[in-house]
């Protein structure tokens, strides 16, 4: 029987405890504070993170790994017998990490073994969802096809919402994208993003105040699920668990969901998201 290992990038968001019950490699990209370096959810978590993003006169930057460091796990995984990798990661619209990925799966020697990688076209639990699916199907015995096909399903039955409190962050890590027109906004205005088909960051809509801005989100997603179950709903935030838990019973006050969980942002999402954004990541299959 094949034995198949997932990777992914430290930007899934994870929690830890989940990647080790089920097995997940994840590689972390870097951020930087000046000349301090971190690992990503390695090195540096998410109170810290944000505990530092208020203290640090720097601006967090964030790196990705090298080919090196991808090519090193996938040699060590591909030692193992009649192993192949599905190799999963965030959107390359946003980040060179899935490029990385690719380039040292081409720098194996030919009988090492497979490397299929993933472009996630997503970006946090986004990410992290479609890598969980995929390593519980490792887990139920499922072929490479078959977990391709499912990715590749999830993320067709996939929605995305983010709440920023300020674009500030986006503009200055440059993953701004199609977000650029909402800049000028009057105060108290709240941009609605999602990330598009190919995994950029797009404007949806803006609104004047928290309360509304949820209530766009419903409409959004009542559009998007027409009157289907929701399968799983994960509420991501910023060091704002107050949020999240307001978007949590508005979603699930109106909506038929499965499961429901909480993620934090992780330092690399946050640093370009900022602090205080809250996000709904809705999985229908």
């Known amino acids: 029987m094949k034995n198949i290992r997932i990777v992914t990038d430290s ?24 000349s301090e370096e971190y690992l990503d959810a390695v090195t540096l978590q998410s109170s810290a993170f944000y505990e530092k993003l208020q203290s640090s ?14 090519l090193g796990v ?4 591909l030692a193992e017998p009649d192993t192949t990798v599905i190799s999963i990661h965030l959107s390359s619209s946003l980040s060179g990490t899935y490029q990385s990925a690719l380039l040292a799966s081409t720098m194996l020697e030919e009988e090492a073994g497979t490397v299929h990688v993933v472009d996630s076209h997503s970006a946090s639990y986004g990410i992290g969802a479609l890598v969980a699916a995929a390593a519980e199907a490792v887990q139920a015995g499922r072929s490479v096809e078959e977990i391709l096909q499912l990715i590749q399903t999830m993320r067709d039955n996939f929605y995305i919402y983010f709440l ?17 027109a909402l800049f000028g906004s009057l105060l108290n205005i709240k941009p609605i993003l999602s990330l598009d088909a190919k995994g950029e960051v797009e404007a949806i809509d803006k609104v004047r105040g928290h309360k509304k801005a949820i209530a ?35 979603i699930s006050g109106q909506f038929t969901v499965d499961q429901i969980g909480y993620i ?12 205080g954004t809250i996000a709904a990541f809705v999985s229908m299959v």
């Open 11 to 34: 930007t899934a968001d994870i929690p830890s405890a989940l990647r080790e019950q089920l097995g997940i490699e994840m590689v972390p990209l870097k951020i930087h504070f000046g």
């Open 164 to 180: 920023v409190d300020t674009l500030e962050f986006l503009q200055k890590g440059g993953r701004i994208g199609k977000a650029s």
């Open 216 to 250: 766009r989100i419903l409409e959004l997603l009542s559009a998007d699920v027409s009157g289907r179950s929701i399968r799983q709903l994960h509420i991501a935030h910023a060091n704002n668990l107050e949020g999240a838990e307001q978007l949590r019973e508005a």
């Open 264 to 275: 934090t942002l992780g330092p690399v999402i946050g640093a370009h998201a900022g602090p």
């Open 74 to 77: 996938y040699q060590r995984l």
């Open 57 to 70: 006169p720097h601006f967090p930057r964030t790196s990705q790994p090298s080919p090196a460091e991808f």
